[in-house]
């Protein structure tokens, strides 16, 4: 079945350091992929999202590119700020289910 | 701006009492749902509502019932609360495939 992978459950960073959040996936279905984010007390929101058609999203900074070879989603950032400590959630929708898949979310630490 | 409300925001239940949990939209979306959240476990999906009166169990429905009567409130109903449903609930609405959720709901059960 479909299915999202994030092996990294917690990452700690200074202001300024490189962010990498691994996200890979798995379907026989063309996917559109996503990447939610989640403040603190808040619920969930969407950062960005990508189809098979545009590739590559960007939005606040960060940016996630689908692989359809290495079956990948990573999420980057040039230089993270402590207003990015927060849970980030890759998740897959394919068709038009109305179901997502979750991975289980990455939390990250930025250190002032 | 596309806002989901849900009510109440934390709620102190006995065991084997009634828990209500209300979400609301104004938005029009037609699908809405209910997730719960626990550390380690991330978002579990309970109940998916397509329209009014038309709901399918999500992934780990048992425990939990759901009532659409009106496009704008989704409702969660735990019938006899037990310890381990002591979670964090979202509700969320979708638009297109992009879900919209509340600000959660912290339910403690004793």
């Known amino acids: 079945g479909d299915s999202v992978t994030q092996m990294q459950g917690q990452v700690t960073l200074s202001e300024d350091d490189f962010l990498f959040i691994n996200c890979t996936y798995s379907?026989?279905?063309?996917?559109?992929l996503f990447w939610y984010v989640q403040y603190p007390g808040e619920g969930p929101q969407l950062l960005l999202k990508?189809?098979?058609a545009n590739n590559k999203g960007i939005s606040r900074g960060f940016e996630a590119t689908y692989d359809k070879g290495t079956t990948s989603f990573h999420l980057q950032k040039a230089s993270v700020q402590e207003s990015d400590s927060a849970v980030y959630y890759c998740?897959?929708?394919?068709?038009?289910?109305?179901?997502?898949?979750w991975g289980l979310g990455t939390s990250l630490v930025v250190n002032p | 701006d596309m806002k989901v409300t849900q009510m109440p925001r934390y709620l102190i239940k006995r065991m084997g009492e009634n828990v209500l949990l209300e979400c609301g939209q104004d938005?029009?979306?037609?699908?809405m749902y209910w997730y719960r959240q626990d550390p380690g476990l991330g978002l579990q999906l309970i109940y998916i509502?397509?329209?009014?009166?038309?709901?399918s169990e999500g992934d780990i429905p048992k425990g939990y019932r759901v009532s659409r009567k009106k496009r704008e409130h989704f409702s969660l109903i735990l019938d006899s609360a037990k310890t381990n449903q002591t979670s964090v609930y979202f509700c969320?609405?979708?638009?297109?495939?992009?879900?919209?959720f509340g600000e959660g709901s912290r339910l403690i059960v004793v």
């Open positions: 969320a609405s979708r638009s297109g495939n992009t879900l919209y």
């Open positions: 938005m029009s979306h037609e699908t």
């Open positions: 509502s397509y329209d009014v009166d038309s709901n």
């Open positions: 379907t026989t279905w063309y996917p559109t």
């Open positions: 990508v189809t098979t």
């Open positions: 998740a897959l929708n394919v068709g038009d289910n109305s179901k997502l898949i």
